[in-house]
């Protein structure tokens, strides 16, 4: 069941329809030769300008004022840095908006984080299917052009048996109701 968020022209006010500006980002892509997935695809360069765009919000946010108007007090823009996070598309460099005093702590990509939410659920499936740590790194190189260090995936999957092993040595309550239900249906 997919969920379609009404979006709304801020210009205009009218409704986008966002079948149709995702058919013509395909055309566009498809004329120009670049590819939906991997290095330069058009899903990393989208993924790259939505986090860009969040990030100039918060710090919006943060500092008060919108970009390009004049500060309102101590405390200014100061450029940017750029960062490669890796996304379920690939590896996105995407530049991180910094204010002058350092107080800028952004949350849709936070500072040292280098792995977006869901990369770390791909890692667990697909360790779970039964790929090495090897495996998993080369499927990355070869699926999103990304490089995750063996010791990145260890690190994801022992957060995991942590979480499991505290599980495990959970305390035990006396007795658990259970009831078995065996059918066939023809």
């Known amino acids: 069941m997919s969920q379609t968020i009404e979006m709304i022209d801020p210009v205009t006010g009218e409704i986008i329809d966002q079948q149709q500006i995702a058919e013509q980002l395909l055309a566009q892509a498809k004329e120009q030769g670049v590819s939906l997935v991997g290095p330069g695809g058009l899903l990393g360069g989208l993924t790259k300008t939505v ?17 390009h108007a004049s500060s309102n007090g101590e405390n ?3 450029g940017t840095r750029s960062k490669t996070v ?3 598309v690939g590896a996105v460099e995407i530049d991180v908006p910094r204010d002058r005093d350092g107080s800028f702590q ?4 936070r500072k040292r984080q280098r792995r977006l939410d869901g ?9 779970a299917r039964g790929l090495t740590t090897g495996e998993v790194a080369a499927h990355f ?3 999103c052009g990304a490089s995750v260090s063996k010791d990145t995936i260890s690190k994801i999957t022992d957060k995991v048996i942590e979480e ?3 599980w495990q040595n959970r305390p035990l309550d006396r007795v658990y109701p259970v009831v078995f239900i065996d059918a066939i249906r023809t």
């Open 86 to 88: 890796l996304t379920e």
């Open 51 to 67: 986090l860009e765009t969040a990030l100039e919000a918060e710090m919006t946010e943060h500092l008060g004022y919108e970009k």
């Open 106 to 109: 952004p949350k849709i990509v």
């Open 141 to 143: 190189d070869d699926v």
């Open 76 to 78: 200014a823009r100061n």
């Open 164 to 166: 499991m092993t505290e």
């Open 119 to 127: 990369i770390d659920e791909i890692v667990l499936s697909l360790t």
